[in-house]
């Protein structure tokens, strides 16, 4: 498969990086680590007419630990940010999430920035156009119809939405870290913690502004303890079917202070269970408090329903991550 015409451009700041995103045509494009951006112009699932070369730009790529935490330029590798030592010691979690993203030439290629801002995944989406032509235009490719839930005259509904997939394993990560990021557009930088970074729209996954780019990820100080678990078919080159990543830290006497759940690959952005997070806090971390809320887990979670397995199967696989999550916090 070929990649469509386009105009390729290559700034040499994020001034003019947004300018170039903000000013050309409709639909312009970041190339940071081409991942999943040159898969999908090659299955022409995109097409932008022009693309913005970022790694043009210097300075972009670089961990840094300092007081106020941990500050991650957008396009560090994902390689880089799983071998880190920094990371490794102070954010073992965030380590080990990165290390879980593909194989090592996915890894290597791949960027902390593109993968946080990675569009939302369907089956019936992610395909060639060719596989794609044999059926109407769904909605996140601006026709009036999800394949995965149609909209039936029976039901009485007259719209529906998409029902594609956040299938990120980092977001879950940074977010229950309580992670901030930094991004710059033409009217200016603007912070934004990460989980506002999610729209909880298919259609429209990030709430990124017209020509905004991430120019900065800060992960606060660590504290408690952080665990990333991932279910996938296979153990490599796959999204995960469901991922979970939680954040506990603990007080006098081993009562629960803060806590955090969050889930990938349940909706359309990443989810946290709050009610769970309320049983989980002042209790203590033994067999009946796990046991009592991997058992809510999946009755609090309402999976969407994707083109891969049903939300059955992922409030079930909810329930076991969680425990697995907490037995080894124990």
């Not at 330029?73 to 920094?86: E, K, Q």
Request: aromatic content about 6%.
């Amino acid at each position: 498969m070929r990649l469509p015409e386009f105009e390729y451009v290559e700034p040499k700041t994020l001034r003019e990086a947004t300018k170039l995103l903000s000013s050309g045509p409709k639909g312009s494009a970041l190339l940071a680590g081409g991942t999943d951006l040159l898969v999908s112009m090659k299955h022409q699932v995109l097409r932008p007419r022009r693309v913005v070369n970022l790694k043009t730009v210097p300075g972009l790529a670089y961990i840094a630990n300092q007081k106020d935490g941990l500050k991650i330029g957008p396009l560090t590798s994902l390689h880089d940010l799983a071998s880190s030592r920094i990371v490794r010691r102070r954010y073992p979690a965030l380590s080990y999430a990165a290390a879980q993203v593909g194989a090592y030439a996915l890894q290597a290629m791949g960027t902390l920035g593109g993968n946080l801002c990675q569009g939302n995944r369907c089956r019936f989406y992610n395909q060639s156009s060719v596989w794609r032509g044999v059926r109407p235009p769904c909605y996140k490719t601006g026709g009036n119809i999800c394949h995965v839930v149609p909209v039936r005259k029976t039901s009485g509904r007259t719209s529906g939405s998409c029902h594609s997939t956040y299938c990120g394993d980092l977001a879950p990560v940074l977010i229950a870290l309580g992670s901030q990021m930094r991004l710059i557009g033409p009217n200016g930088g603007r912070p934004l913690p990460l989980k506002e970074l999610f729209t909880q729209s298919g259609k429209k996954s990030l709430s990124l502004k017209p020509g905004e780019i991430l120019e900065e990820v800060l992960v606060p100080p660590p504290s408690g303890k952080t665990v990333y678990l991932k279910w996938r078919l296979r153990d490599a080159l796959e999204f995960p079917l469901i991922g979970l990543a939680l954040h506990l830290e603990t007080g006098t006497g081993g009562k629960i202070q803060q806590a955090k759940v969050i889930f990938t690959g349940v909706g359309p952005g990443p989810v946290e269970t709050l009610e769970t997070e309320k049983m989980l806090m002042g209790g203590l971390l033994d067999a009946g408090l796990i046991e009592k809320v991997s058992s809510h887990v999946g009755n609090e979670l309402s999976p969407m329903r994707t083109s891969m397995v049903s939300p059955a199967y992922k409030r079930q696989m909810a329930g076991i991550l969680l425990k697995q999550a907490l037995d080894q916090m124990c």
